[in-house]
């Protein structure tokens, strides 16, 4: 049963003699499998001037001809049926070995008068599209330079830079750990129709048919769309997620081979993009003249010396056209029945057109060019930009290069087109000199032409694929054709303008798909580590120096405000030359924090910050701290500036505007817990003051004129400055500041943490306002407003008889009803800890998250459990009454209790909220006081 029984209505959409509203069932016809084609069928038709196959001739066939009157037809012909595609109506007829291109254009002739058949061209060879002399042999390895800035002309890695491959890698920990989440790989399968498939250690792919040894072109291209990535092997593709096939089919023939491999491709395999780096290459091919020298035939030459007795540009055109309308029914017909993007390479055509009055090809000095060459003499191009159907499911490469300019020592080079590619693809440019590549001697070498292009730009969908599946084709060629999605090409004499940017086109998915669940954005840049630092890992000591590390395992906590920004900072500064560099100190080159990719090994990273490209944050390359820095010149977006675009603001004050300006920035952690518990006090207030200012007062470098600080570690962001001094007021009474402390810490560097411990001086704060020092003066002036709580927290510690210790601490939050409990216990020198997490439910049940972790061994225990929360009545006070069993004593004032089994301890329960408002301070028996 053919696809157009099942549906009738894709007959309307492709067979072309269907022009009027009532469109009639097309008759069936019998799918036939290609016969496949070899290279000795193909010779130069010296007519076009093309390289044609001397016995296959394709059609399209009317809608009112069925299998039957096809073979007919056939017989008529003295020609036989060899491949059927019911979906798309297409046929090829075969002539037999002993045709030549006379009788086949004769036939030909007589097949153009036939009703049955809507479209007759002969088939034209494909080949490799690669510029001579392709790979570099000689070549055995070599080490990409990645380089800051990573430019240099020559530079194997150039490309993937130049499409901002490298930053937006830092989407691959997200896509990882959603992947894991879900246990579903949302890489997806790609395909590839090329030639040359010799097997190769970077890369791997599933050989769709039978493979041939005869060149490495086809790998070479697999390299660049689907490397094994971040292998410390070879080359890295554009794309990094894991999990996706990649399908090779082998094509030894011309246009109709690549029909049918595109049909079988999309039948058979789940291939969502298909690669196709093979064209005319009408630049490499020479027309034989009896008795006289080979001639170059441009099917645009209309007026040439040789016109009339050598190549007729209006036969070859009309022979093109007839091409493109068969690929195009095939196109059409395969995403009628399932999504697949065709990404074609341009061609190499172009360049230096041969000058008047020299044709010869064996002219040693004669330019191989064709000047602007045009994409419509490519079939594949015609269709793509002649049938708006077809063109919305292809996208032409065009090929970029580096340009050195003038100022390219400031500035850097531009992109722009390179001379060999052919133009007005209406798709996107793409890099396609100096491609780093796998090679058919098991090696990697340097290649070049518009065939790696393509792989780009295909490799550059399946990362957009792997961050949203569901995007359509229409929305694919959007996000890496459209100007809001890439950047701009000196294009010379081509209408395509638009240059490859895989970072915008994946941040660009967050506008096409509005009100998604994962916002690339956010992806991007929610990458602290939970900590208040963001970017803690190494836990510091007073004195500033490393003394640990932090067990933060998380990448994001929800929002984006200067942790985050703090983070990629840091990581830029780390990443800013050759040599190691410590944020916290050149010293410290082994502590964990310069662990950039998490494998537990502090090693050298490569200068753009990308050594593995698997930290799980934003690049770190040079380019965000100022324009003039960046090694490509354009409408490039730095890091900053994608920060900048998510930055949802903090509580420090500083807004996205200020981001560009803070790349230049220290860290400074303020510990005011020490001296403020040293005197019965919770809260204290800082500035962060610079070298004196024209007035000759220090300058506050901060936004906010003053930092409220609790118990607990404040991390603030400073501007660079000469004599930082960090000054703390205690809150020594309900109405009025004690006296400051300052804590001088010298010359900020950037990048850097610096540790503050303000020590309070007791007499200073006690005459401030303490009464006995201990508690507050019991007659304010103004009774204190009623604040009624929001979050109530109660400790307890016990002491066994044995020894044996065991601390509990609970804290609920009575708006939200949520609450979490830590219990630690030691037993016989082994501590373990439980931590329970209550989340509430419909069902007035809640949703219990614990935690155990022993320094007895074994790994740490996670499950989820439902029920009460289990601390929430372990002491329903106050009164006190706790759950060790009979209460022995219970003194109110000290909080101290006893059990029946020996053991003792002290509850508090704190009824007084995390933050006041101005003025207001927690007394000694947990009320709310403020000022008048």
Not at 415 to 438: C, D, E, Y
Not at 556 to 581: A, E, H, Q, V
Not at 588 to 608: M, S, T
Request: hydrophobic share 40%; charged share 20%; aromatic share 6%.
């Amino acid at each position: 049963m053919s696809r157009f029984t099942e549906f009738p209505s894709l007959a309307c959409l492709l067979v072309l003699s269907c022009v009027t509203s009532a469109c009639s069932r097309p008759h069936p016809l019998e799918d036939l499998p290609f016969a496949g084609q070899e290279e000795a069928d193909f010779s130069v038709d010296p007519t076009m001037g093309l390289i044609l196959d001397k016995r296959r001739v394709g059609v399209i066939v009317s809608a009112n001809v069925g299998a039957k009157r096809l073979q007919e037809v056939a017989n008529q012909l003295n020609a036989t049926v060899t491949g059927v595609s019911s979906a798309a109506r297409i046929a090829v007829f075969d002539f037999g070995e002993g045709s030549t291109h006379d009788t086949v254009n004769a036939a030909v002739e007589r097949m153009r008068q036939l009703p049955e058949l809507e479209v007759v061209a002969r088939d034209e060879l494909l080949e490799p599209a690669v510029v001579a002399p392709g790979h570099n042999k000689a070549q055995k390895s070599f080490i990409p330079l990645w380089m800051y800035p990573p430019a240099w002309i020559g530079a194997a890695n150039w490309g993937l830079a130049a499409v901002s491959a490298p930053t937006a890698w830092s989407l691959r920990h997200k896509l990882l750990q959603r992947e894991q989440e879900t246990q579903i790989s949302t890489a997806p399968d790609l395909a590839l129709i090329d030639r040359g498939f010799p097997a190769h250690r970077d890369v791997e792919f599933v050989p769709f048919g039978a493979m041939s040894a005869t060149g490495d072109h086809g790998t070479s291209v697999a390299g660049t769309i689907h490397a094994r990535w971040n292998n410390g092997q070879d080359i890295e593709s554009v794309h990094s997620a894991d999990g996706g096939t990649l399908h090779a089919a082998e094509q030894s023939g011309g246009s109709l081979a690549f029909a049918f491999l595109y049909e079988a491709i999309a039948r058979h395999t789940n291939a969502r993009v298909v690669n196709h780096s093979m064209g005319p290459a009408y630049a490499k091919r020479c027309l034989p003249q009896a008795g006289g020298p080979t001639l170059r035939c441009d099917p645009r030459s209309v007026g040439r010396v040789f016109d009339g007795t050598g190549c007729d540009p209006a036969v070859t055109q009309a022979n093109i056209e007839s091409e493109g309308r068969i690929i195009a029914a095939m196109v059409k017909a395969m995403n009628m029945i399932r999504r697949v993007l065709i990404v074609q390479a341009a061609g190499n055509d172009s360049g230096e057109r041969v000058p008047a009055g020299v044709y010869a090809c064996d002219t040693p000095d004669a330019p191989r060019g064709l000047g602007d060459f045009p994409l419509d003499y490519n079939a594949v191009g015609w269709a793509a930009i002649h049938d708006p159907a077809a063109g919305a499911n292809i996208i032409i490469a065009e090929a970029s290069t580096q340009e050195p300019s003038p100022d390219w020592v400031e500035l850097g080079p531009e992109l722009a087109r390179v001379g060999f590619s052919n133009i007005n693809g209406k798709g996107v440019f793409a890099p396609g000199v100096s491609i780093g590549a796998t090679t058919g001697n098991a090696g990697f070498g340097i290649t070049r032409g518009t065939s790696f292009a393509a792989p780009f730009v295909t490799s550059a969908a399946a990362h957009l694929l792997t961050i949203e599946p569901t995007l359509t084709n229409e929305e694919l060629r959007i996000l890496l054709t459209d100007a809001a999605y890439t950047r701009p090409v000196i294009a010379s004499a081509s209408t395509t303008t638009r240059h490859l940017d895989v970072l915008l086109a994946s941040i660009g998915i967050d506008e096409l798909r509005k009100g998604r669940d994962t916002a690339v954005l956010s992806w991007l840049c929610d990458i602290d580590d939970g900590s208040e630092d963001g970017f803690s890992r190494v836990l510091l000591g007073d004195d500033g120096r490393p003394s640990g590390f932090y067990p933060y395992d998380i990448h994001g906590d929800g929002k984006i405000d200067m942790s985050d920004f703090r983070r990629l900072r840091d990581l830029y500064w780390m990443t800013k030359t050759n040599s190691l560099l410590d944020a916290d100190g050149p010293e410290y080159l082994n502590q964990p924090k310069l662990d950039l990719n998490e494998d537990g090994i502090v090693d050298k990273p490569r200068a753009d910050g990308n050594a593995y490209g698997a930290f799980g944050v934003l690049d770190s390359n040079a380019w965000v701290d100022d324009e003039t820095s960046q090694w490509l010149r354009g409408e490039r977006v730095r890091d900053v500036d994608v920060m900048m675009k998510a930055y949802e603001g903090d509580s420090e004050g500083w807004t996205k505007d200020d981001l560009p300006f803070l790349i230049g920035s220290a860290d400074i952690h303020i510990r005011a817990q020490p001296g403020l518990s040293a005197l019965g006090l919770s809260v204290a207030f800082a500035d962060v003051l610079g070298a004196p200012g024209p007035s000759g007062a220090p300058q506050n470098l901060q936004p906010l004129s003053t930092i409220a600080l609790g118990l607990g570690e404040h991390v603030v962001t400073t501007p660079l400055t000469l004599g930082a001094v960090v000054r703390v007021w205690p809150l020594c009474s309900a109405t009025r500041l004690g006296t400051p402390v300052d804590v001088n810490l010298g010359d900020l560097t950037p990048g850097f943490d610096y540790v503050a411990v303000p020590m309070f001086d007791r007499a200073a704060c006690c005459a401030a306002g303490r009464d006995a020092c201990g508690s507050v003066d019991p007659t304010p002036q103004d009774p204190p407003p009623v604040i009624s709580p929001t979050v109530v927290q109660w400790e307890r510690h016990t002491t066994s008889a044995s020894g044996n210790h065991e601390s509990n601490f609970f804290e609920f939050d009575q708006a939200a009803s949520t609450g979490r409990s830590i219990s630690t216990s030691e037993v016989s020198g082994i501590t373990a800890t439980e931590t329970k997490v209550c989340t509430p439910r419909s069902d007035g049940q809640y949703d219990i998250e614990v935690t155990r972790v022993s320094d007895g061994g074994g790994s740490p225990q996670q499950f989820m459990a439902i029920g009460p929360c289990p601390a929430i009545n372990a002491c329903s006070g106050p009164p006190l009454s706790c759950t060790c069993g009979s209460l022995i004593a219970h003194d109110g004032a000290t909080h101290a209790w006893s059990c029946p089994d020996g053991s003792s301890g002290d509850v508090r329960w704190t009824n007084c909220p995390y933050s006041q408002p101005e003025g207001c301070a927690c007394d000694s028996k947990d009320k709310v006081v403020c000022s008048p």
